[in-house]
């Protein structure tokens, strides 16, 4: 069975300090994982996923085969990064997305 | 593009009465989605469609949910008769699966309906 665990309900960090949110994985075979992103009374949209190796809004994430993770980093976060994260995967093509519980950001003035 | 359409986007029920929720996709997506957000979770996928055809709905509660794509496009997710736990966001969610603007796998959410069953 496939399953993402984010260990942080809830986060929160300085203004201008780094940030990591954490995500696990199990699956048996070759998955593709994603970051979403929920801002306050917005709907759920995709920050980022690990095939594009690309940097949104200075975020970044990494996956690890070998630890089974996919950990998303900021090095100096900003206020408007206060939101809910969820980490999710999928077999690939159209598959539905399996989601973390998520981790709910809060970026301190 | 517009986004996924989604209605209502609040219902109070009693638990045993039904319930139903449209969606209307991204225009030219094939596959749509049902996921259930139970409050402090994260989203639980309940049933996929590609064009008017099931493709999953191994998590889908087919005693009380059912779902519905006729013609490929709209979507409606009953539930009937509602129980307490069915309380959450539902969300419905599209992706562009084939077509000049293939866009990998990027699924697009609604902003959800909410369920309350007292």
């Known amino acids: 069975a496939q399953r993402v665990t984010q260990p942080e309900k809830l986060l929160s960090v300085f203004k201008g300090a780094p940030v990591e949110l954490k995500c696990n994985y199990s699956y048996s075979g070759s998955p593709e994982l994603f970051w979403y992103v929920q801002y306050s009374r917005q709907r759920l949209q995709l920050l980022l996923r690990h095939i594009s190796r690309e940097s949104i809004k200075g975020f970044t994430a990494d996956l690890n085969k070998g630890e089974t993770s996919f950990h998303l980093k900021k090095p100096f976060a900003q206020e408007e990064d206060s939101a809910m994260y969820y980490c999710a995967l999928s077999g690939g093509g159209a598959d539905g997305l399996t989601f973390g519980k998520g981790t709910h950001l809060i970026i301190q003035p | 593009e517009a986004g996924v359409a989604q209605s209502p986007r609040y219902k109070i029920i009693e638990k045993r009465q039904s319930v139903a929720f449209w969606c209307n996709p991204i225009s030219g997506h094939a596959t749509l989605y049902w996921y259930q957000q139970i409050l402090g979770q994260g989203p639980k996928l309940l049933i996929q469609?590609?064009?008017?055809?099931?493709?999953?709905d191994s998590q889908l509660p087919k005693d009380r949910f059912s779902a519905e794509r006729l013609k490929g496009v709209d979507s409606t997710l009953k539930i009937q008769p509602a129980k307490l736990e069915d309380s959450a966001v539902y969300l419905c969610?599209?992706?562009?699966?084939?077509?000049?603007?293939?866009?990998?796998?990027?699924?697009?959410f609604g902003e959800g309906s909410w369920l309350t069953v007292v």
């Open positions: 469609f590609q064009n008017n055809g099931v493709v999953d």
């Open positions: 969610a599209s992706m562009r699966t084939y077509g000049p603007q293939y866009s990998g796998n990027t699924i697009y």
